[in-house]
C-alpha cells in the first residue's frame, strides 16, 4: 500500500502548486481590474494611499471567491495533461489503477478547494462586502475629502465647480474659486484669497476672506460684483449623500438569509425566495470548487491517450464548464421565483457531478463508443 499513498501524495502536490500558481495569476488580474477603478474613485477624490489600500483589500475575498474554482479547474487540466503526456497516467494505469482510482487525490484536492470556497462563501466574502460598505459611507459623508484637492477643477455636484490654489499645513485654504450656475436666471462665482472649511454636525461652511462675488444675470448679460472682508457659503447643501437604506443580500450572514424573515426582506429589497436561492447558492458555489476540479481531471481521462497530446478533451472540457454556468442561470432562475424551489440552487453542482461520473465511467470502457467490426466482414 505504500506506492499507492505515494502515487496520491505526488499527484496532490502537483495539483496543490499548480493550484497556488494558477490562483495567483487569477487574483491578480481581477484585482487589477478592480484596483484601477477603485483607484480613480478613491484618489481622484483626494484620498490616501492607505484608504485605496483598505478598499483593495476589503474586495479581495470577493475576487478570490471567483478565481478559486478557475484555478482549481486550470490545475487538475494542466497536471493531468502533463501526466498523460509524460507517460505517467499510462505507467499508473498498466498496474491496474481505474479511472475512478486515480481520481482519488484529485478528489482530496477538490475538498480543500471545497473547504476555502466554504469559508469565503460563508465567513470571509459577507463580512468584507459589508465593512466596505461600511467604509464607502464613511467616505461619502467626508465632505472634507472631497473638496479639498490642491490644483484641480473639481465637480462635486451639477453646476458647482470649486477650484483650490493651495492648501496650507494649519488648514488654510488660498485662492479659491466657486461657480454655482445651478440657477438658471443667474450665476454666481466667487473668487477668494482666503478661505477656511468650518464643520458641524449637520453642515459644513466654507468662510471665504477678502473675496469678490460676481452675479451675471442671464436674461440681460448684466454682471453684478460685490467684495466683502468675509462670507459664509453652505457647502454641505450641494453634498448630496445617499443615505444607506440597509443591507445587501450578499453582506448578510448564510443563516441569517436562510430564516428570511419579513424584517430582513424589507432591509434588503428581496423577497423570501430570492434571500433562500442567495443562502443556498453559497453551498453550491462552495461543492462547484469540487466539480470544478473532478470535472477538469475526468474530462481528459476520456478519449484515451495520445502523443499527440489532449488538446480535444481540454476543449471538451471547457464547454462543460460552460453547460455547467448555463444550468447554474436556469437553476437560480427558478430558485428565485419559489421559494419552495430552493432545492433548484444545487442544479449545477448535482448535473456536474453526475457529468463526472458519466465520464469518469465511459474512460473505464472505452470500447461502448468504439464501432464494433460486423460478423462476416470480409478483412
Request: hydrophobic share 45%; proline share 4%; net charge positive.
Given at each position: 500500500m505504500g506506492h499507492v499513498a505515494r502515487f496520491d501524495r505526488y499527484m496532490l502536490s502537483q495539483l496543490m502548486v499548480l493550484f497556488g500558481f494558477f490562483s495567483f495569476v487569477l487574483v491578480m488580474v481581477y484585482w487589477i481590474n478592480r484596483a484601477v477603478v477603485l483607484f480613480d474613485q478613491l484618489i481622484a477624490d483626494g484620498q490616501s494611499a492607505m484608504v485605496f489600500l483598505e478598499f483593495t483589500a476589503l474586495s479581495l475575498p470577493a475576487v478570490i471567491r471567483l478565481a478559486l474554482p478557475l484555478a482549481g479547474f486550470a490545475a487538475a487540466v494542466y497536471v493531468t495533461n502533463r501526466m498523460t503526456s509524460e507517460s505517467e497516467m499510462v505507467v499508473v494505469q498498466a498496474t491496474g489503477y481505474s479511472a475512478f482510482r486515480l481520481a482519488r487525490p484529485v478528489v482530496y484536492f477538490g475538498i480543500i478547494v471545497m473547504l476555502l470556497m466554504t469559508v469565503l462563501m460563508h465567513v470571509l466574502v459577507p463580512r468584507s462586502l459589508a465593512q466596505l460598505e461600511v467604509r464607502q459611507a464613511e467616505i461619502a459623508q467626508n465632505v472634507t475629502a472631497r473638496l479639498?484637492?490642491?490644483?484641480?477643477?473639481?465637480?462635486?455636484?451639477?453646476?458647482?465647480?470649486?477650484?483650490?490654489?493651495?492648501?496650507?499645513?494649519?488648514?488654510?485654504?488660498?485662492?479659491?474659486?466657486?461657480?454655482?450656475?445651478?440657477?438658471?436666471?443667474?450665476?454666481?462665482?466667487?473668487?477668494?484669497?482666503?478661505a477656511f472649511l468650518v464643520r458641524t454636525e449637520s453642515d459644513a461652511q466654507?468662510?471665504?476672506?477678502?473675496?469678490?462675488?460676481?452675479?451675471?444675470?442671464?436674461?440681460?448679460?448684466?454682471?453684478?460684483?460685490?467684495?466683502?472682508?468675509?462670507?459664509?457659503?453652505?457647502?454641505?447643501?450641494?453634498?448630496?449623500?445617499?443615505?444607506?437604506?440597509?443591507?445587501?443580500?450578499?453582506?448578510?450572514?448564510?443563516?441569517?438569509?436562510?430564516?428570511?424573515?419579513?424584517?430582513?426582506?424589507?432591509?434588503?429589497?428581496?423577497?423570501?425566495?430570492?434571500?433562500?436561492?442567495?443562502?443556498?447558492?453559497?453551498?453550491?458555489?462552495?461543492?462547484?470548487?469540487?466539480?470544478?476540479?473532478?470535472?477538469?481531471?475526468?474530462?481528459?481521462?476520456?478519449?484515451?491517450?495520445?502523443?499527440?497530446?489532449?488538446?480535444?478533451?481540454?476543449?471538451?472540457?471547457?464547454?462543460?464548464?460552460?453547460?455547467?454556468?448555463?444550468?447554474?442561470?436556469?437553476?437560480?432562475?427558478?430558485?428565485?421565483?419559489?421559494?419552495?424551489?430552493?432545492?433548484?440552487?444545487?442544479?449545477?453542482?448535482?448535473?456536474?457531478?453526475?457529468?463526472?461520473?458519466?465520464?469518469?465511467?465511459?474512460?473505464?470502457?472505452?470500447?461502448?463508443?468504439?464501432?464494433?467490426?460486423?460478423?462476416?466482414?470480409?478483412?
Open positions: 479639498l484637492t490642491e490644483g484641480r477643477f473639481i465637480e462635486p455636484t451639477d453646476g458647482i465647480t470649486f477650484y483650490i490654489n493651495d492648501i496650507t499645513p494649519n488648514g488654510e485654504l488660498r485662492n479659491i474659486f466657486l461657480s454655482d450656475i445651478r440657477n438658471p436666471e443667474s450665476h454666481m462665482t466667487y473668487t477668494a484669497a482666503q466654507l468662510v471665504m476672506i477678502n473675496g469678490l462675488a460676481q452675479t451675471l444675470r442671464t436674461a440681460d448679460q448684466k454682471l453684478f460684483t460685490t467684495t466683502f472682508d468675509d462670507f459664509a457659503y453652505n457647502i454641505g447643501a450641494f453634498i448630496q449623500i445617499t443615505p444607506n437604506k440597509g443591507r445587501n443580500a450578499s453582506q448578510v450572514g448564510t443563516i441569517e438569509l436562510l430564516g428570511a424573515s419579513l424584517a430582513l426582506q424589507a432591509e434588503t429589497g428581496k423577497s423570501a425566495a430570492r434571500l433562500l436561492a442567495n443562502a443556498h447558492d453559497r453551498f453550491s458555489q462552495s461543492v462547484l470548487g469540487l466539480v470544478a476540479s473532478l470535472l477538469g481531471f475526468a474530462a481528459l481521462m476520456v478519449g484515451g491517450f495520445s502523443r499527440f497530446g489532449v488538446w480535444r478533451q481540454i476543449v471538451f472540457a471547457i464547454f462543460l464548464i460552460i453547460i455547467i454556468k448555463a444550468v447554474e442561470t436556469v437553476g437560480l432562475n427558478l430558485a428565485r421565483q419559489d421559494a419552495s424551489l430552493w432545492f433548484m440552487s444545487y442544479l449545477p453542482s448535482v448535473f456536474g457531478i453526475i457529468i463526472v461520473w458519466c465520464l469518469l465511467f465511459t474512460s473505464t470502457k472505452p470500447y461502448l463508443f468504439k464501432q464494433r467490426p460486423r460478423i462476416g466482414a470480409q478483412p
